[in-house]
């Protein structure tokens, strides 16, 4: 644990989180600030600061964090019509926490993948 990162005080229950799905390896749970009217992060209980260095490190709970994102998207109702799966990542991408963490987004239909240019 990082005990400087949000997330991981969230997975020790320093911070409260509404928590949609848990497994031995893996947290799920809403978005404080929904963009969608689905909006869930999906985290590894381990601390990562990206996706990157998560599959770099770590392949096998890499799989289970994409395995809870499509149980998290099939628990909100979201296989029929589709949904998002997200991680921003560095800079550029506007990545404000350093844990890594999928979006799941749905809910109603998400409009472009980026703003226009
Ligand atoms: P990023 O921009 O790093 O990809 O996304 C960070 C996300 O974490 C944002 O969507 C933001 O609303 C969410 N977030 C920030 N602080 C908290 C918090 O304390 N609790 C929850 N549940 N989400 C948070
Ligand atoms: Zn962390």
Do not use: W
């Not at 997200?86 to 890594?100: C, I, P, R, W």
């Amino acid at each position: 644990m990082d005990t400087d990162c949000l997330f991981c005080r969230i997975v020790a229950g320093e911070i409260p989180a509404t928590v949609v799905h848990e497994t031995d390896t893996t947290l799920a749970f809403r978005d404080i600030d929904p963009k969608a009217p689905v909006h869930v992060l999906v985290i590894p209980k381990t601390h990562h600061p990206d996706v990157v260095t998560l599959a770099r490190q770590d392949p096998a709970v890499s799989a289970d964090l994409l395995s809870a994102a499509a149980a998290v998207a099939e628990a909100e109702g979201l296989l029929a019509d589709g949904f998002r799966l997200l991680f921003n990542t560095g800079v550029y991408a506007g990545q404000e926490v350093f844990h890594v963490h999928g979006h799941v987004l749905g809910g109603e239909p998400l409009g472009p993948m980026l703003a226009p240019r």
